[in-house]
């Protein structure tokens, strides 16, 4: 049914190691440890064996709190993400190894070390998810403190970026180590590398602002977008205004591959599905959990309210610290006024508010209604590709990998087989520019 | 493991960087530590910094983890240009890949040129340096501590995954640094991974008495060596600490016959072959390398030997086949991995946390 079809636009897929907040089931008899190695071996496996693109970890740098206690509510705890991927290179032969390092708590010539050990261990699967942090909360587990203005984050994100590639590009493979220099705004450094350039020239790159200025970095200078855009409309003008911005940097669109993460459910019937999906839903937002959530978004202590009763009178405090480690809510007013008026019009409790407003699964159906959603997703333009986020460790992929990969594979949308050995290869990414050192 | 026993187990550890600067490194860890382990040594270490071509040591040493079951694994991980939070996470994080095998070799960044890899500050004289690695371990078992054994509770009826009581902010105030708490990783499967200090320089000796697992010393005669010990256990004793949990070993260079060994910067001359008359390296005759060790190790003038090897690939095999061997054969070297843990292999104790209610069993 499909021979007759022109070429389809590929698919790439990477799985996201379930993370410390509410999306992550740990009241399920199926819910494994979030530390142990056997628990990160058995994901990154079944992402092997579905060929995937790559497995991606998340970086803790500071326990999130609340109302100055650590958060208890959710998974808490996790490893520290090189030395994990390093690991899981010994049990993989071709899946990509993403690693999120802050750009604001470690130094160049410290993240191009061990990045570069990291593609040189895997054999050409590094990647490194760019992020920075300016809140001095996580500051404070630092030498340096949280001096970073906020302002300042994509100034050293972006320079940081470019010095670890210069350093990466300062020893060329079975040739001469030269010294390196670099003099600018947030890092004067020199001297020499301990590694050869890495096998990949440069590990893959990831990005995932939102912003004006973060979208504008990936298109300077990431090689894949992690996206928050996983409806269909807000993912076409994501990928729209992104891909728009990259031929001001003499970069091809296929040079930026835009990845939503997501969260699916299957079922045997639709209705199965959508049933799955509610309990899930249920399971995500404990009675204690709603009012947590109400309580980020509010910044105030409402525990005296019953998660089955109505909602609270109360607005917003905007100048809270209630809620410590976490991204703020952008403008908690229209939150709030969104989801009163959600609870007022359904006639729903608190709890089945924040189910309504927040436990949205991304794809919920059959492994074909899904794989037909997943193909359309990518073939209107709203991605490139999905990273998905399951919901349980460590089998949350598994029926994935089982039902739904091979009707992908069917409708000729995701390869059969790894064709190449290194992360870029699987992405299609071309091979960086080698650039002379400055000295 | 019981510290009363009469008879005191020999340790053995075998250093195998420099690795590869590229691809071939993991490949060439894992068979050298395979050799390792089929000899059933106590550790490996896998020296780093800077300065020297190769690759990140724990990185490596990660890399090996699932690739053996036994053997310790101890990465060099500096402390001078580094967090201590990141350094306490990546050497927690290879405890729990390598399933309670992982160890930690102490080391600073000495002098200009590594400081200016860096940019973020002059590296201060050594002493300086030392007095911060003693902060930095010291704050790293805080972390380590940080989380409570039992805090993971997964209490449906409450919702609560963890008992917040059990997890610690550990407010550490050294004299450069201050580290908040708690760890970001759940306590390591051995409490506290090993902590290894190199305690041939002076400046290091303080630290190693104080925080060390295991020290490394160089002597040039048992008698050296015995006093060498007997000074760390009087300087742990006198940091409250039980000297019997301190094992000291003896870092010997070695190599082969006709070929430079191990350059020794303490300028130590070494004891087992290289000083020797016949300037003939220790593993040109294993038996009588295996009967040195038997000596030194019979006589009380150390816990065991960590061997240096001029070139690990070439070396290590020669070690495990003829001095180990030899040790087995008169049953003075164990056989086989009779615990799972590097501190099982040591004969130390896992620890528990400083924060648990006092009474509390481990």
């Known amino acids: 049914m499909t021979e007759s079809r022109p070429a389809r636009k590929q698919i790439h897929l990477a799985a996201h190691f379930p993370g410390v907040n509410s999306t992550t089931v740990w009241a399920d008899p199926r819910s494994g440890s979030q530390i142990d190695f056997s628990s990160f071996e058995h994901l990154a496996r079944t992402a092997e064996r579905g060929l995937f693109d790559f497995f991606f970890l998340a970086e803790g740098l500071r326990l999130r709190e609340h109302a100055g206690r650590v958060h208890d509510l959710d998974v808490v705890g996790r490893p520290e993400s090189i030395t994990v991927l390093n690991a899981l290179a010994a049990v993989t032969d071709r899946l990509g190894?993403?690693?999120?390092?802050?750009?604001?708590?470690?130094?160049?010539?410290?993240?191009?070390?061990?990045?570069?050990?990291?593609?040189?261990?895997?054999?050409?699967?590094?990647?490194?998810?760019?992020?920075?942090?300016?809140?001095?909360?996580?500051?404070?587990?630092?030498?340096?403190?949280?001096?970073?203005?906020?302002?300042?984050?994509?100034?050293?994100?972006?320079?940081?970026?470019?010095?670890?590639?210069?350093?990466?590009?300062?020893?060329?493979?079975?040739?001469?180590r030269r010294r390196f220099a670099h003099d600018g705004p947030q890092f004067r450094i020199e001297g020499e590398v301990t590694v050869e350039r890495p096998p990949q020239g440069h590990p893959v790159v990831i990005q995932a602002g939102d912003s004006a200025e973060g979208r504008e970095f990936a298109a300077s200078a990431a090689d894949v977008i992690f996206s928050r855009h996983s409806e269909p409309e807000a993912g076409r003008a994501f990928y729209a205004d992104v891909k728009g911005r990259l031929a001001r940097y003499g970069r091809r669109p296929e040079e930026l591959k835009i990845l939503p993460a997501v969260t699916y459910v299957l079922g045997d019937t639709e209705a199965e599905a959508r049933e799955r999906a509610a309990l899930i839903s249920r399971q995500q937002v404990s009675p204690q959990n709603a009012i947590l959530t109400l309580e980020q978004v509010w910044g105030r202590d409402l525990s005296?309210?019953?998660?089955?009763?109505?909602?609270?009178?109360?607005?917003?405090?905007?100048?809270?610290?209630?809620?410590?480690?976490?991204?703020?809510?952008?403008?908690?007013?229209?939150?709030?006024?969104?989801?009163?008026?959600?609870?007022?019009?359904k006639g729903l409790s608190i709890r089945e508010t924040v189910i309504e407003a927040t436990g949205r699964h991304s794809f919920v159906g059959t492994p074909a209604s899904v794989a037909a959603a997943l193909e359309e997703?990518?073939?209107?333009?709203?991605?490139?590709?999905?990273?998905?986020?399951?919901?349980?460790?460590?089998?949350?992929?598994?029926?994935?990998?089982?039902?739904?990969?091979?009707?992908?594979?069917?409708?000729?949308?995701?390869?059969?087989?790894?064709?190449g050995t290194t992360l870029r290869s699987h992405l299609g990414l071309p091979a960086p520019v080698w650039k002379a050192g400055t000295p | 493991m019981t510290r009363a026993h009469p008879y005191r187990p020999l340790h053995l550890a075998a250093e195998i960087a420099p690795g590869a600067v590229g691809t071939r490194a993991a490949a060439d860890a894992v068979a050298l530590a395979r050799i390792g382990e089929e000899a059933g040594l106590d550790f490996l270490t896998h020296d780093d910094s800077f300065s020297r071509p190769g690759l990140d040591a724990l990185a490596v040493l990660s890399r090996v983890a699932p690739a053996t079951r036994s053997i310790g694994l101890v990465p060099t991980v500096t402390t001078t240009h580094t967090e201590p939070f990141h350094v306490q996470a990546a050497v927690a994080t290879l405890d729990w890949v390598s399933r309670g095998r992982a160890g930690w070799r102490v080391?600073?960044?000495?002098?200009?040129?590594?400081?200016?890899?860096?940019?973020?500050?002059?590296?201060?004289?050594?002493?300086?340096?030392?007095?911060?690695?003693?902060?930095?371990?010291?704050?790293?078992?805080?972390?380590?501590?940080?989380?409570?054994?039992?805090?993971?509770?997964?209490?449906?009826?409450?919702?609560?995954?963890?008992?917040?009581?059990?997890?610690?902010?550990?407010?550490?105030?050294?004299?450069?640094?201050?580290?908040?708490?708690?760890?970001?990783?759940?306590?390591?499967?051995?409490?506290?991974?090993?902590?290894?200090?190199?305690?041939?320089?002076?400046?290091?000796?303080?630290?190693?008495?104080?925080?060390?697992?295991?020290?490394?010393?160089?002597?040039?005669?048992?008698?050296?060596?015995?006093?060498?010990?007997?000074e760390l256990h009087r300087a742990a004793r006198a940091h409250g600490r039980d000297p019997e949990l301190l094992r000291v070993l003896l870092s010997v260079p070695a190599g082969l016959p006709g070929l430079p060994g191990h350059s020794d910067p303490s300028?130590?001359?070494?004891?087992?072959?290289?000083?020797?008359?016949?300037?003939?390296?220790?593993?040109?005759?294993?038996?009588?390398?295996?009967?040195?060790?038997?000596?030194?190790?019979?006589?009380?003038?150390?816990?065991?030997?960590?061997?240096?090897?001029?070139?690990?690939?070439?070396?290590?095999?020669?070690?495990?086949?003829?001095?180990?061997?030899?040790?087995?054969?008169?049953?003075?070297?164990?056989?086989?991995?009779?615990?799972?843990?590097?501190?099982?292999?040591?004969?130390?104790p896992r620890p528990v946390s400083q924060y648990a209610p006092k009474g509390a069993d481990a």
Request: charged residues 25%.
């Open chain 1, 97 to 176: 190894l993403a690693a999120t390092v802050n750009a604001t708590f470690n130094e160049p010539y410290e993240l191009a070390r061990r990045l570069a050990s990291l593609d040189h261990l895997s054999g050409g699967r590094a990647a490194w998810n760019v992020v920075t942090s300016s809140d001095a909360f996580t500051g404070e587990n630092f030498r340096r403190g949280g001096f970073l203005d906020r302002a300042d984050r994509y100034t050293r994100a972006a320079e940081a970026l470019a010095t670890v590639r210069e350093l990466w590009d300062s020893w060329p493979a079975g040739g001469e």
């Open chain 1, 304 to 345: 005296a309210y019953d998660p089955d009763g109505p909602f609270p009178e109360t607005d917003p405090d905007p100048e809270s610290t209630l809620v410590q480690g976490r991204v703020r809510v952008a403008d908690p007013f229209a939150v709030a006024a969104r989801w009163r008026a959600l609870s007022e019009a």
């Open chain 1, 377 to 419: 997703h990518v073939a209107t333009g709203a991605a490139d590709g999905f990273i998905l986020v399951p919901h349980l460790t460590p089998g949350g992929l598994d029926d994935f990998v089982d039902r739904v990969v091979p009707l992908l594979q069917e409708r000729g949308v995701f390869r059969t087989e790894y064709t």
């Open chain 2, 107 to 230: 080391e600073v960044s000495r002098g200009a040129a590594e400081a200016a890899l860096f940019g973020r500050r002059a590296a201060p004289p050594t002493a300086a340096l030392w007095q911060e690695a003693g902060e930095v371990a010291e704050v790293a078992r805080r972390l380590w501590d940080s989380w409570e054994d039992d805090a993971e509770i997964r209490d449906v009826p409450t919702g609560r995954f963890i008992d917040r009581d059990k997890l610690h902010h550990v407010d550490f105030q050294g004299s450069v640094f201050s580290v908040k708490g708690p760890s970001i990783v759940p306590r390591p499967p051995q409490g506290h991974p090993v902590v290894v200090v190199d305690a041939t320089r002076p400046e290091a000796r303080e630290t190693a008495a104080r925080h060390a697992d295991v020290a490394l010393i160089r002597a040039a005669s048992p008698e050296e060596a015995a006093g060498l010990r007997a």
């Open chain 2, 267 to 348: 300028g130590h001359s070494d004891p087992f072959g290289h000083s020797g008359p016949s300037g003939d390296s220790d593993l040109a005759d294993p038996a009588a390398l295996a009967e040195r060790i038997a000596a030194w190790h019979g006589g009380g003038a150390v816990d065991g030997l960590h061997l240096v090897p001029a070139d690990p690939a070439r070396d290590l095999p020669r070690f495990a086949a003829g001095t180990v061997a030899a040790l087995r054969g008169r049953g003075l070297f164990r056989t086989a991995y009779a615990g799972t843990t590097l501190r099982d292999h040591l004969g130390l």
